[in-house]
């Protein structure tokens, strides 16, 4: 169940859904070795509410749908360039960095503070699940997300030659959170400053090449043609673990 647990790990400080975790599993690369049917399911959610590496907590509302937008897709194959064809889908995740918090907990979450964690309901102190797929779904549906612990995000972001000891800035963790959360996707430099972290140019380019530094992201040059025919030369962000030359 190690893919499992890297998906809700991935997902970042924000959880992942349980509809979430089906999609993200369903395109996981390379392939998730079970059929998600609802015997499936059922079985990957008992392992999930015993591991204890996993909390569960209850947000305010309803998680909005996530979808994957595949960017690569709209790559013509004879010039490299991404031709534009559709919006950015709408930001599920919005930034809200938690900072200096006492506990050591790093990354972002826009209901850090309203979350209210059930954990106990689910399961036992001795890792018994208490609810089924089907009792949790009824219960809570999509207000209900599960989060990795600190030290099993941090690894997942920093992959197996990372150094677990390294300790980043609040905002740098965070943008790193945001390059595990898109997978094999990354992220543009531009969009990071522009629409999701919404800082200054050369703030954002600090604190990239902090990262770079340390090894733990890759950079590739992407441009993009977009609908008004205007073209946009940015750099492609990702996970040392999800590089692919391109």
């Given at each position: 169940?190690?893919?499992?647990?890297?998906?809700?790990?991935?997902?970042g400080?924000?959880?992942?859904?349980i509809?979430?975790?089906?999609?993200?599993?369903?395109s996981r690369?390379?392939?998730?070795?079970?059929?998600l049917d609802?015997?499936?399911q059922?079985?990957?959610?008992t392992?999930v509410s015993?591991?204890d590496?996993?909390?569960f907590?209850?947000?305010p509302?309803?998680?909005r749908?996530?979808?994957?937008?595949?960017?690569?897709v709209?790559v013509?194959?004879?010039t490299?360039?991404h031709?534009m064809?559709q919006?950015?889908p709408q930001?599920?995740?919005p930034?809200s960095v938690v900072t200096?918090?006492?506990?050591?907990?790093?990354g972002s979450?826009?209901?850090?503070k309203?979350?209210?964690?059930v954990?106990?309901?689910?399961r036992?102190?001795d890792l018994r699940a208490?609810?089924?797929?089907?009792q949790?779904?009824?219960r809570?549906?999509e207000r209900?997300v599960m989060?990795a612990?600190?030290?099993v995000r941090?690894r997942a972001l920093?992959?197996?030659?990372?150094n677990?000891e390294?300790k980043?800035p609040?905002?740098c963790?965070c943008?790193?959170?945001?390059?595990?959360?898109?997978?094999?996707?990354g992220?543009?430099?531009?969009?990071?400053?522009?629409r999701?972290?919404r800082?200054?140019?050369?703030k954002m380019?600090?604190?990239?090449r902090k990262?770079d530094?340390?090894?733990l992201?890759?950079?590739q040059?992407?441009v993009?043609?977009l609908?008004s025919g205007?073209?946009?030369?940015?750099?492609?962000?990702?996970?040392k673990r999800?590089?692919?030359?391109?």
């Amino acid at each position: 169940m190690d893919a499992v647990l890297d998906e809700v790990a991935l997902e970042g400080l924000d959880g992942i859904s349980i509809q979430t975790l089906w999609l993200r599993l369903r395109s996981r690369q390379p392939e998730f070795g079970l059929n998600l049917d609802p015997l499936s399911q059922q079985f990957i959610w008992t392992c999930v509410s015993r591991t204890d590496e996993i909390r569960f907590y209850l947000l305010p509302e309803n998680r909005r749908t996530v979808t994957i937008h595949d960017r690569f897709v709209e790559v013509d194959r004879n010039t490299g360039i991404h031709e534009m064809r559709q919006a950015e889908p709408q930001d599920v995740y919005p930034v809200s960095v938690v900072t200096d918090d006492p506990t050591g907990v790093q990354g972002s979450c826009l209901f850090f503070k309203e979350r209210v964690d059930v954990s106990d309901q689910i399961r036992s102190a001795d890792l018994r699940a208490l609810l089924t797929l089907e009792q949790v779904q009824t219960r809570w549906g999509e207000r209900l997300v599960m989060v990795a612990s600190q030290e099993v995000r941090y690894r997942a972001l920093i992959g197996p030659e990372g150094n677990p000891e390294l300790k980043l800035p609040d905002l740098c963790y965070c943008i790193l959170e945001r390059l595990g959360r898109a997978r094999w996707q990354g992220e543009l430099q531009r969009d990071l400053h522009t629409r999701i972290f919404r800082m200054d140019a050369g703030k954002m380019h600090y604190l990239r090449r902090k990262l770079d530094r340390n090894g733990l992201i890759t950079l590739q040059s992407h441009v993009a043609r977009l609908p008004s025919g205007a073209q946009q030369h940015s750099l492609l962000l990702l996970l040392k673990r999800f590089h692919v030359d391109r």
